[in-house]
């Protein structure tokens, strides 16, 4: 989340650099008032809030059980919390923005009016994608962390025809070699639905794009480890964010 978050950041004061570079031609985009700044910050760091269960919750074991209702649970939560920080008239339009960062809704379809709310929308989803697609252990991530909460999430099959079930993914080394397939549904998501806004990334960094630059490289190694018998080439070590003494997800989530 403080990866998405330093993201959204990036591309929110690279928006306001491209303003200042267009401020004289026709159409120029809105400012974006320091309030609208804050709620862009808040709504990134709580963007997967919805993973988080409940203290009294007996229905399921693991947040990413909720991996299919998560951004809802997430929208209702900020529609509370916002109005507390003193983010009151941005509390229905943050709990609509959130939605950029899943797939409960297309992109085009979130109700939003104001052309700003709608781009920073367009930024939130953006960071989402971006900061993990462009983290140095992200191949890592996805066969030892990804793939266990898409098992535990119900994202790893799905049901066709006939009554039968089509197997998406049956394990972490298949996840990363079906890598380079996502990202060209998520360079089309990034380009279309979000009407690339990872431009402004671009303004952000004066000239370069240091978000796609990593998440090219990631995908060209995904191939190189793809055509490999395993996924033994990975051996970076993602930094540990689970408290000594938390349960860890089962060692043995594979499909079969």
Do not use: W
Not at 62 to 89: Q, S
Not at 158 to 164: E, H, L, N, T, Y
Not at 225 to 245: I, W
């Amino acid at each position: 989340m403080l990866d998405v978050t330093l993201a959204m950041m990036r591309l929110m004061d690279g928006y306001e650099r491209s303003r200042e570079l267009t401020r004289s031609r026709v159409g120029d985009s809105p400012p974006m008032p320091a309030a609208c700044f804050s709620l862009g910050v808040v709504i990134a760091l709580y963007h997967d809030f919805g993973y988080l269960r409940r203290r009294g919750d007996r229905r399921h074991r693991y947040g990413a059980e909720y991996t299919l209702t998560h951004v809802t649970r997430g929208a209702r939560h900020l529609h509370h919390y916002l109005p507390r920080i003193g983010l009151k008239r941005y509390a229905n339009a943050g709990a609509t923005l959130v939605h950029y960062t899943g797939y409960e809704r297309r992109a085009e379809t979130i109700p939003l009016n104001n052309t700003l709310l709608r781009r920073v929308g367009h930024m939130l989803g953006t960071a989402d994608i971006i900061a993990q697609m462009s983290d140095r252990c992200y191949l890592e991530k996805c066969r030892d962390r990804l793939y266990p909460e898409f098992v535990l999430g119900g994202l790893t099959t799905k049901k066709i025809a006939g009554g039968r079930t089509q197997i998406l993914f049956n394990s972490g080394d298949d996840l990363v070699r079906k890598t380079p397939g996502f990202y060209i549904n998520a360079a089309k998501r990034l380009d279309v639905q979000l009407a690339r806004a990872y431009e402004y990334a671009e303004r952000h960094f004066s000239g370069q794009n240091l978000y796609l630059e990593e998440m090219q490289k990631n995908v060209r190694y995904a191939r190189v480890v793809g055509e490999a018998p395993n996924t033994d080439m990975l051996r970076r070590t993602p930094p540990s964010t689970l408290n000594q003494g938390v349960e860890p997800y089962p060692k043995d989530l594979v499909i079969r």
